[in-house]
């Protein structure tokens, strides 16, 4: 990634309807934003420079309820509800729905490109082609995804949108292979259409979102006045997008935020230490994630590299627990969406783990419970007969899911205990699944920390996150690391699972303390172990996000 990425363009904006509950379909068409709001039946014309939000369909909005699919070609307005494809004529304007076709299953999304039809079923798993001229079914593509899927089709490719995956996908139009996907920046995206600038000259790819949102409620008349409620939020925002095919990797869209990590000297005992040497991790400098610049807290720090881990090391000649300090580092970073775009083919020959890294990430070195028979027996069992390296880890990744269940715990206790529970927290999820991936020979690591309160239009207001978080990276000989979340997509008990985070993270994810300690304590020159004190009992920590800016690209990779 180059520095290019950030450089500034003219913004596309993001565009709020007026009065609208829940966008699905949209469509650009004359210089307007169309679209379908499935709670209310409306049919929205929107100006996306003002939106100011006209409703189409006065008289006929009932029949409109429910729609989540949205198409305009040939002056013909063609829309999907339930089971049920309608088209109304643009010419005559008066939007009565007419039956195009009904099917025996419900259709979520529809695009028209010349003379076929092609329709998205999240009950069939399939993306339907049909001839539109003779109304008969074509073929059929298997979906990507799990969510409920909208479609586009642009030229040669189809393009997909899928509420649960948080993903848009690019597909080969004539074959439905995946060429690649991006994570979308906000959850449940539900409908996608292209537009092009002509200020610019580029053509910008917007998506739509609905879900809910929590807000508090002052209500007079209740004691306490003031409620936890829900409402509804849709809005369109455009998607930047990257794909780097000779890496085999795809960004999306950035936010430039800055992070701190401080500690609040609050001893809970008496204790004093000598030439103490506290010891912060930095952030990580990844194919999605820069630093643009970073500064001390309180005190100042020098720095060390540690297997390209930056550390900072604030030191003490004489440390007590009558002592107060507040000290750590403020951090300015380019955080980008990721994902990683390798297939099982991928790993059909690949080199052998080095001596080095089988010593370095085969072993139980974190209390994983390798040798016990219930993880030995489970390691065997998550991946069956299967060889391939990325589906052993899609495998081992499934099986998980579907022993634990997520809680969080006061400690971590080890996998064969997490297993036999069926509860886990993210550093147990994790523990199990580096005990499985390691016993199958598959050199893993735990990297993480911490994650952004996730809603990145709430910038320039201090966030701050409710857990540390991690999450696991797992390594493809001759390629390199790839990530893999701990829990996050755990989503259905039995699945089916989404796979966002399956070589993904987000925006959100703040990379650090890969290969090393995120914080460790020296006194004299020696480690000093929680046996003696922990930094817990020693220090408040604070964690503090600030979403500053989306980061324009200077490209639209469409």
Known sequence: MTSKIATAVKASKTIRPIAASSIHGIVFHQGFLWAIDSVNG??????????????LNTRNWSDFIGATGLAITDDILWFTNREYVYCCSLIIKDFEPQLFLRLNYDIDGIAVWESTIYLTSQKQGKIFIYDRDRRTKITHFY??????ENITVKEEEIWLTDTLEQTVYCLDRATGETIFSVLTPFASPTGLAFNTDNDIGKETLYVAYADREIYIRDNPNAEPNYELQYRDRTFIHPLYFHYNREQNYALSNGYLIEMSYTEEISPLDPIELKDLEWRIALPAETDRQKIREVKAIGLPFTE???????????????????????FGWKAILEVWSIKYQLKPRH??????LTEDF?????????????????????????IGSETNLLRQVYSIRNYVYDKLSYGIKPHIDTPDIVLKRGVGSCGEYLGLLLALCRLNGIACRTVGRYKCPGDPLQQNIPLQPDYNHVWMEFYLPGYGWLPMESNPDDLFEG?????RF??????????????????????????????????GELALNHIRFVVLEELQPDFIDN
């Open 347 to 352: 790993c059909e020959e690949i080199p052998q």
């Open 502 to 535: 399956f070589m993904g993270l987000s925006w959100y994810h703040a990379e650090m303390a890969k290969d090393t300690s995120f914080e460790m304590i020296t006194s004299e020159g020696v480690k000093v172990e929680k046996e003696t004190v922990s930094i």
């Open 304 to 326: 060390q590299v540690k297997d390209g881990q930056r550390i900072a090391v604030f030191k003490f000649d004489n440390f007590n627990s009558e002592q107060r300090y507040i």
């Open 358 to 382: 089988k010593n370095k990430y085969l072993m139980d070195n974190d209390n994983l419970s390798m040798d016990t028979d219930i993880i030995r027996r489970a390691a065997e069992t998550a």
């Open 143 to 148: 979906a990507p995804g799990i969510g409920l």
């Open 42 to 55: 409306y049919l929205l014309q929107i100006d996306p420079e003002t939106d100011s939000t006209t409703i």
């Open 495 to 499: 699945g089916p699972y989404p796979t």
